[in-house]
Nanobody, 130 residues
Framework: QVQLAESGGGSVQAGGSLRLSCAVS??????????VAWFRQVTGKQREGVGN?????????TYSGSVKGRAVISKDSAGDTWYMRLNNLKLEDAGMYYC????????????????????WGQGIQVTVSA
């Protein structure tokens, strides 16, 4: 059974940085490919994709326009923990952040397709203060 667990959220001042972690267990690393993504959601709004990355390191990560240039997704050498570092935090970066895994490669529309993801973490809150 695949399980995802986020950590690293909390309260950060605008302009600061944080690194979110997503511990993944139960995933078959022998799979040819899978897609790991970060989504965020603000109360009353739809879940939006922040960035995603293929398990195949040949492919670069994709980021939403709102975080491009400020976000970096990476993983540990074993592929068991995925990270997203977000720099120069803005007030609008606040929200509940979720990591998700799709048992497919990251297709071009996956930032806007949370329905394409098979597994989700519980989410972790990020608060940004002025």
């Amino acid at each position: 059974q695949v399980q995802l667990a986020e950590s690293g959220g909390g309260s950060v001042q605008a302009g600061g940085s944080l690194r979110l972690s997503c511990a993944v267990s139960g995933l078959d690393h022998e799979r040819e490919y899978y897609c790991v993504a970060w989504f965020r959601q603000v109360t009353g709004k739809q879940r939006e994709g922040v960035g995603n990355i293929d398990s195949d390191p040949a492919y670069a990560a994709t980021y939403s326009g709102s975080v491009k240039g400020r976000a970096v997704i990476s993983k540990d050498s074993a592929g068991d923990t995925w990270y997203m570092r977000l720099n120069n935090l803005k007030l609008e970066d606040a929200g509940m952040y979720y990591c998700a895994v799709s048992e497919s490669m990251c297709y071009s529309d996956y930032l806007w397709r949370p329905d394409k993801f098979d597994y989700w973490g519980q989410g972790i809150q990020v608060t940004v203060s002025a």
